[in-house]
């Protein structure tokens, strides 16, 4: 029985070893200090190359696997968090790049060629995952020239990486909102303690009044908070997060609709199949067939 790793206290992560470098290149396993609900000044480039799992970027809830690629914006919260069995850790999981907007705005006063990198990174304040296979694997080559290279080498490899990425048209957007530029540190902590509460108790029914007796806070002003911080109302939030869970079953295993239902904390099967309907423009049973073609195609 595999349980996902608990989301920590949303933080503001402050990266201080740009040591004057155009781009900083990281990879990290799992567990790991820096696996947490965040965000910072930095665009991110995420590659994951281990383990599957649930993934947050600003309101989206989604899944990941290995050969996931991803490219966030400015400010916008995210996290990956590995469906793991307790005990278990990998070495390398993730493997990023961070940049900032002033590489890329000093940059085409002298290379005009930079300005067609404007699209792309105007996309990545929604956050972005990248679903064409070729881009892909070519990302995971061009982030291992990445990890293996220095100075000029480095810089040259990352922009013809981004280059790729800006002409692939497979993409998804994340995110139904963009995040200002001068996100509150303090407002993301606060809504994304519910956001953790809400991640450990959604399977089971969950009022709105509860979440904000957690926090301390009265509900109409709970409510307001949450919806201004996330993009969505409480029961929209939890519905999506309930809806993710519930493809992961359709599409893991065979059992019956209704216990997918259930488990996945609706505790109406008409609702249920509304909701899956809205969200996804088609029935639990469709979706489960989809899937399985996939998987054996």
């Given at each position: 029985?595999?349980?996902?790793?608990?989301?920590?206290?949303?933080?503001?992560?402050?990266?201080?070893?740009?040591?004057?470098?155009?781009?900083?290149?990281?990879?990290?396993?799992?567990?790991?200090?820096?696996?947490?609900?965040?965000?910072?000044?930095?665009?991110?480039?995420?590659?994951?190359?281990?383990?599957?799992?649930?993934?947050?970027?600003?309101?989206?809830i989604g899944n990941f696997n290995p050969g996931s690629l991803f490219l966030t914006g400015p400010n916008l919260p995210h996290n990956w968090i590995?469906?793991?069995?307790?005990?278990?850790?990998?070495?390398?999981?993730?493997?990023?790049?961070?940049?900032?907007?002033?590489?890329?705005?000093?940059?085409?006063?002298?290379?005009?060629?930079?300005?067609?990198?404007?699209?792309?990174?105007?996309?990545?304040?929604?956050?972005?995952?990248?679903?064409?296979?070729?881009?892909?694997?070519?990302?995971?080559?061009?982030?291992?020239?990445?990890?293996?290279?220095?100075?000029?080498?480095?810089?040259?490899?990352?922009?013809?990486?981004?280059?790729?990425?800006?002409?692939?048209?497979?993409?998804?957007?994340?995110?139904?909102?963009?995040?200002?530029?001068?996100?509150?540190?303090?407002?993301?902590?606060?809504?994304?303690?519910?956001?953790?509460?809400?991640?450990?108790?959604?399977?089971?029914?969950?009022?709105?009044?509860?979440?904000?007796?957690?926090?301390?806070?009265?509900?109409?002003?709970?409510?307001?908070?949450?919806?201004?911080?996330?993009?969505?109302?409480?029961?929209?939030?939890?519905?999506?997060?309930?809806?993710?869970?519930?493809?992961?079953?359709?599409?893991?295993?065979?059992?019956?609709?209704?216990?997918?239902?259930?488990?996945?904390?609706?505790?109406?099967?008409?609702?249920?199949?509304?909701?899956?309907?809205?969200?996804?423009?088609?029935?639990?049973?469709?979706?489960?067939?989809?899937?399985?073609?996939?998987?054996?195609?």
């Open positions: 029985m595999t349980r996902p790793t608990r989301i920590t206290d949303p933080s503001y992560e402050l990266m201080d070893d740009h040591e004057g470098r155009s781009i900083i290149y990281r990879q990290h396993g799992f567990p790991c200090p820096l696996v947490r609900w965040h965000f910072h000044k930095e665009y991110e480039l995420h590659l994951l190359v281990a383990t599957s799992g649930k993934v947050f970027v600003g309101d989206y590995s469906q793991m069995q307790s005990g278990q850790s990998v070495n390398k999981r993730d493997m990023l790049v961070n940049f900032t907007d002033e590489l890329f705005d000093q940059g085409h006063q002298v290379f005009s060629e930079l300005r067609s990198l404007a699209p792309l990174l105007e996309r990545a304040r929604y956050g972005i995952e990248f679903r064409c296979a070729q881009t892909i694997a070519q990302a995971s080559l061009s982030m291992q020239r990445i990890a293996d290279s220095q100075g000029i080498s480095r810089l040259g490899h990352f922009l013809i990486l981004m280059e790729s990425l800006a002409a692939c048209e497979d993409y998804q957007l994340l995110s139904g909102t963009a995040v200002a530029q001068d996100a509150d540190e303090h407002a993301v902590e606060r809504t994304n303690r519910a956001v953790d509460y809400i991640f450990a108790h959604y399977a089971r029914e969950l009022s709105l009044e509860e979440v904000a007796a957690y926090l301390g806070m009265k509900p109409t002003y709970f409510s307001r908070v949450f919806k201004q911080a996330t993009g969505r109302c409480f029961v929209e939030f939890v519905n999506r997060l309930r809806i993710s869970k519930s493809c992961e079953l359709l599409a893991d295993g065979d059992r019956p609709v209704t216990d997918v239902c259930f488990e996945s904390g609706f505790n109406n099967i008409s609702n249920f199949n509304r909701r899956f309907q809205q969200l996804k423009g088609m029935t639990p049973s469709h979706y489960r067939r989809l899937a399985t073609q996939r998987l054996s195609s």
